[in-house]
């Protein structure tokens, strides 16, 4: 009888659910986030439902504001770009209502989250969950704007692309919930994307550090600082489809135990290139000087690998995005002639990048020699490697990225059993 009424308790808890833009994508989709929503409530649980722009939105709000200016200020990027979210929260507050719900929207602002006033990607610095937590004692569910806050003075904010997730991981943490369930339109985290390994697995369970590197390595699940986020307040949440009930993916803090598999996963970024500086003085600036340059021109670099030097001269090589290319062999060659008489410039593109990760690699041997001799097994020849403690990353030719994570997903053991 006891365990029962235990039961019962337990059920009654404060949920933040997410909802990314496909889920919210079109009217049929928002009433059927509505009724997940009004069943949680039902369940006898509070909800605070974020929900992002419908997909496309935002991306077409940046295309308009380019259509009508080469350079928008920030500070009206963001009164543009929030717009997409406040059309979803009174949508989604209306789709429940009419299911005899009662629900509330409420803007970024309206649920006290602020940021600091760096516009297009605002941090946060506090949440004061007053309205929110008064709206839920009223038995409301809470629709919130995702990706959106307001500075001290008032100015409205956005948290950068994919930002909804942090609004929902942060609000998490405010109103300390008691579960926080992402939901997406993938049935969580795999081991690899199914559209490349169709074998690849839903993994249970991941570290944050895990998945923080799998998103670092192409496997855009959610935005990274989400992650960051979750990671330092410790945030448990749950990465699951909104279209079925599957379980999804848990992500958490490390546990003894999750060291056992060396390897969570296997990821892939493609359009990467490649540029080679030859015969670089081997002195003191010059590495400063070259991404120096690359900074300046604002372009995220990834890989940097410098070979020993040899009488004197050495080489650098690092990867970027393919998009990128063009402006940083531009940016270069405008300081080639300051590093010295013999340096020379190559860049390669069509090339993509393979990621093992796994915090399970602190404490096994052996794991970047499994991964190397299945692709030399496979006739994949290796350009760059690079790695971290929990990574090991190379580069292949683009043309045998598919191949290639395949091999190595085999390779530790990923494959799922039929
Ligand atoms: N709508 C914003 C974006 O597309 C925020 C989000 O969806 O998380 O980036
Ligand atoms: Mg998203």
Redesign the pocket.
Known sequence: MCAIIRALFSLMALIVQKY??TSVGNPERIRNVARRVLETQQAGNQVIAVV?AMSGVTDNLLKLAKDVSDHPTDREMDVLLSTGEQTTIALTAMAINHLGGRAVSLTGAQAGISTDGVHTKARISTITPKAVQKMLTEGNIVILAGFQGQTSDGQITTLG??G??LTAIAMAAAVKADLCQIF?DVDGVFTCDPRVVSVAQKIETISYDEMLEMASSGSKV??SRSVEFAKKFGVRFEVRNSMNNNPGTLVKEEEPGMESVVVRGVSIERNQAKITIDDVPDRPGIAAKIFGAINRANIVIDMIVQNVSFDGETDISFTLSAADLPKAEAELRKILPELGDSVDLRSQSGIAKLSIVGIGMRSHSGVAARMFSALSDAGINIQMISTSEIKTAVTVNESEIESAARVVHTAFGLDKVA
Request: a neutral charge; hydrophobic letters at 10%; zero cysteines.
């Open positions: 990314g833009g992002s692309r994919g909804s997730d997406t959610m935005q």
